[in-house]
């Protein structure tokens, strides 16, 4: 049996009252790596309405406990912040020290690894795709067609993607297959499901 899987990685900023980006690992909240955005995963899953239902029970949740602490989640692409914060994240979260193990099909020597770019904090949606055999108490994993996959991605989502300065062609390797970064995080998640699943069973 062929099991195609995809996997979703919404990045949210948590605010305060003021408007402020909020650390959100200081309050209990997931975060990723880079130390100032909310992640929040889906199971992987060849359901649309498996993942769609995943990921928004997920985020309401996470909405409701920021509503009870007083902040709030702010579903945008990308937010302008000082030189003083990005440097105090940065020191704090040892972004220098972070491997950028991003890839681009163009040859874009830019990317999306640290969250900063050009003076703005970046949050995305990141799509994990994978392919594995099953057959019987085994599971291999099949390597899949990463540019094409990419290419087919940035077509059909370049409007959104360019509308929010994100990076085409943005990917990364791993162990389940690889990860495609170039979405913003306030793009139709709906859309992208049910889009990438049908590449999946193109492809």
């Not at 919404?10 to 402020?20: A, I, Q, T």
């Not at 003076?119 to 795709?129: K, M, P, R, S």
């Not at 099949?142 to 940035?154: E, G, H, K």
Request: aromatic content about 10%; overall charge neutral.
């Amino acid at each position: 049996m062929i099991l195609n899987e995809i996997g979703l990685e919404l990045e949210v900023f948590l605010l305060d009252k003021l408007g402020n980006i909020l650390e959100p690992s200081i309050y209990g909240f997931p975060s990723d790596e880079m130390g100032f955005l909310i992640e929040i995963r889906s199971e992987p899953s060849d359901d649309p309405r498996l993942l769609w239902n995943d990921i928004h029970l997920k985020k309401s949740i996470i909405g409701h406990k920021a509503k009870k602490l007083g902040f709030r989640l702010d579903l945008v692409p990308y937010k302008k912040v000082s030189k003083y914060f990005m440097e105090y994240i940065s020191s704090k979260y040892m972004h220098d020290l972070l491997p950028d193990h991003t890839q681009n099909i163009y040859g874009s020597i830019l990317s999306h690894h640290t969250g900063f770019l050009n003076g703005l904090a970046t949050a995305g949606l990141h799509v994990h795709f994978s392919r594995r055999e099953i057959i019987g108490n085994k599971c291999q994993i099949i390597r899949l067609p990463i540019r094409s996959i990419v290419r087919r991605m940035d077509d059909h989502f370049k409007k959104k993607i360019l509308e929010a300065n994100r990076i085409l062609g943005e990917y990364e390797l791993k162990s389940h297959g690889f990860e495609y970064r170039s979405l913003p995080n306030n793009i139709n998640i709906k859309e992208v499901i049910n889009y990438s699943i049908q590449i999946l069973e193109e492809v």
